[in-house]
């Protein structure tokens, strides 16, 4: 190596040393960056770099989309597997000349089931037509067909089940079940023909076909106590009042399209749910309004609770309408263990017509307001007292309704 060649390797060197050092150095940067923004995406114990596990506003749906969801009436066609034939065959075998009868049954046909789900609220999820897997046909060898598959139709509390007008079933526990569909029962193959008399039976007999019906589902509310009035009393406002429930509330009618319920807590940890039905206008039975849909969701409610808007010109008029539309309804209905609740209690009128709504009714009222929350311990009280008389009289009968 000359001078020449010493002096050009020393100048690199020179030049290259710092190069390298920033250029690792940049590299360094980058990587940490990636390997900051790689921790941002996968780490959960960097609590700077983790997703907040604060719970989200729960989302509020509008009251005509709810309404849109909330399906309360369908009519199914629901047709049950035909169980699969039995066959007719004899065992054959080299230097077994006479084997014997070896024609297995016919597996079932499939049922349809109707199963209570508390987490389903509405019938939207329920088709039109049901169809469950037919059975199988029985084999040689002695060999059973497989059965055909069944199918479960998940509904919610409170389904009622009619057929040709006829109530066939009242769903009102979580995992209860109903066959709404039978699927027929499988042939018999000849093996099960043979005895003693008979030692080559050749009569194999064919699957039945499985049961259709049509059957209307109704969703019916479930809940201790109704809230019934005419539109614009005030039970929306009452529930939320009262209960977690967040049903819309306006200065209009009809704002309610759809029951909600609202569970009201005791320190006893009983549980009372009430129901908050839509406004029922005069005629309703006649399905004037919103119509008799929503009457039958109070058919299921132990007690009532009529909401009275006390600020109108004779506030009991108001009352004799939803009794006499609730009798034509159902007789009896009107006559449940109930409370009359005097809303709007705050405004001026209201103080006035108190005394004159008393005059005119027998039973208690209770004033209140369930925008302001005056005397709201007082409608508590009373429907504990009413939830505990409930549960009195249904541990008697059967199990009470418990949320
Ligand atoms: N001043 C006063 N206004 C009330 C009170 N309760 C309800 N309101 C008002 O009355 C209007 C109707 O209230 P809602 O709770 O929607 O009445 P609703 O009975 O549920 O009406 P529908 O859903 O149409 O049947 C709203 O503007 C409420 O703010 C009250 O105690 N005092
Ligand atoms: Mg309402």
């Given at each position: 190596?000359?001078g020449r060649q010493m002096l050009r390797i020393t100048i690199r060197a020179l030049f290259e040393s710092p190069w390298r050092l920033a250029n690792s150095y940049?590299?360094?940067?980058?990587?940490?960056?990636?390997?900051?923004?790689?921790?941002?995406?996968?780490?959960?114990?960097?609590?700077?770099?983790?997703?907040?596990?604060?719970?989200?506003?729960?989302?509020?749906?509008?009251?005509?989309?709810?309404?849109?969801?909330?399906?309360?009436?369908?009519?199914?066609?629901?047709?049950?597997?035909?169980?699969?034939?039995?066959?007719?065959?004899?065992?054959?075998?080299?230097?077994?000349?006479?084997?014997?009868?070896?024609?297995?049954?016919?597996?079932?046909?499939?049922?349809?089931?109707?199963?209570?789900?508390?987490?389903?609220?509405?019938?939207?999820?329920?088709?039109?037509?049901?169809?469950?897997?037919?059975?199988?046909?029985?084999?040689?060898?002695?060999?059973?067909?497989?059965?055909?598959?069944?199918?479960?139709?998940?509904?919610?509390?409170?389904?009622?089940?009619?057929?040709?007008?006829?109530?066939?079933?009242?769903?009102?526990?979580?995992?209860?079940?109903?066959?709404?569909?039978?699927?027929?029962?499988?042939?018999?193959?000849?093996?099960?023909?043979?005895?003693?008399?008979?030692?080559?039976?050749?009569?194999?007999?064919?699957?039945?076909?499985?049961?259709?019906?049509?059957?209307?589902?109704?969703?019916?509310?479930?809940?201790?106590?109704?809230?019934?009035?005419?539109?614009?009393?005030?039970?929306?406002?009452?529930?939320?009042?009262?209960?977690?429930?967040?049903?819309?509330?306006?200065?209009?009618?009809?704002?309610?399209?759809?029951?909600?319920?609202?569970?009201?807590?005791?320190?006893?940890?009983?549980?009372?749910?009430?129901?908050?039905?839509?406004?029922?206008?005069?005629?309703?039975?006649?399905?004037?309004?919103?119509?008799?849909?929503?009457?039958?969701?109070?058919?299921?409610?132990?007690?009532?609770?009529?909401?009275?808007?006390?600020?109108?010109?004779?506030?009991?008029?108001?009352?004799?309408?939803?009794?006499?539309?609730?009798?034509?309804?159902?007789?009896?209905?009107?006559?449940?263990?109930?409370?009359?609740?005097?809303?709007?209690?705050?405004?001026?009128?209201?103080?006035?017509?108190?005394?004159?709504?008393?005059?005119?009714?027998?039973?208690?009222?209770?004033?209140?307001?369930?925008?302001?929350?005056?005397?709201?311990?007082?409608?508590?009280?009373?429907?504990?007292?009413?939830?505990?008389?409930?549960?009195?009289?249904?541990?008697?009968?059967?199990?009470?309704?418990?949320?």
């Amino acid at each position: 190596m000359n001078g020449r060649q010493m002096l050009r390797i020393t100048i690199r060197a020179l030049f290259e040393s710092p190069w390298r050092l920033a250029n690792s150095y940049v590299e360094n940067s980058l990587f940490q960056k990636q390997a900051k923004s790689w921790q941002k995406n996968f780490s959960t114990t960097c609590t700077r770099c983790s997703k907040s596990r604060q719970l989200g506003r729960k989302r509020i749906i509008s009251e005509k989309k709810l309404a849109k969801c909330s399906i309360d009436y369908r009519k199914v066609c629901v047709v049950a597997g035909k169980g699969g034939d039995g066959i007719s065959c004899f065992h054959s075998e080299p230097r077994k000349v006479f084997g014997g009868p070896d024609g297995g049954d016919g597996g079932n046909g499939g049922h349809i089931i109707l199963k209570v789900d508390q987490h389903v609220k509405s019938l939207a999820s329920v088709l039109p037509y049901y169809k469950s897997g037919d059975g199988k046909r029985g084999g040689s060898k002695n060999c059973y067909g497989s059965n055909g598959r069944t199918i479960y139709v998940t509904v919610p509390i409170g389904t009622v089940v009619t057929e040709d007008g006829e109530v066939v079933a009242e769903l009102y526990q979580h995992g209860e079940e109903y066959v709404a569909a039978y699927g027929g029962a499988g042939g018999k193959g000849n093996r099960f023909f043979l005895s003693n008399e008979n030692r080559a039976p050749t009569l194999a007999t064919e699957g039945e076909p499985g049961q259709r019906k049509i059957l209307h589902l109704e969703l019916k509310t479930m809940a201790h106590a109704g809230m019934v009035g005419f539109p614009n009393a005030g039970k929306s406002s009452l529930l939320r009042a009262i209960s977690n429930a967040k049903p819309a509330v306006a200065s209009y009618p009809f704002t309610t399209l759809i029951p909600h319920i609202g569970i009201v807590h005791y320190e006893d940890y009983e549980q009372v749910a009430v129901a908050d039905i839509p406004g029922i206008i005069k005629g309703a039975h006649r399905n004037r309004g919103l119509g008799f849909g929503f009457l039958r969701h109070i058919e299921h409610c132990s007690f009532l609770l009529y909401v009275l808007d006390l600020s109108v010109l004779e506030p009991w008029t108001q009352l004799q309408n939803l009794k006499y539309e609730l009798e034509q309804y159902e007789e009896g209905l009107s006559k449940r263990p109930h409370a009359i609740i005097g809303n709007k209690f705050d405004l001026p009128q209201s103080k006035s017509n108190l005394p004159l709504l008393r005059d005119q009714v027998e039973e208690r009222v209770i004033p209140l307001s369930a925008l302001t929350g005056e005397n709201l311990e007082e409608l508590l009280l009373h429907l504990k007292e009413l939830y505990d008389d409930y549960v009195k009289t249904e541990a008697q009968n059967h199990k009470p309704m418990k949320w």
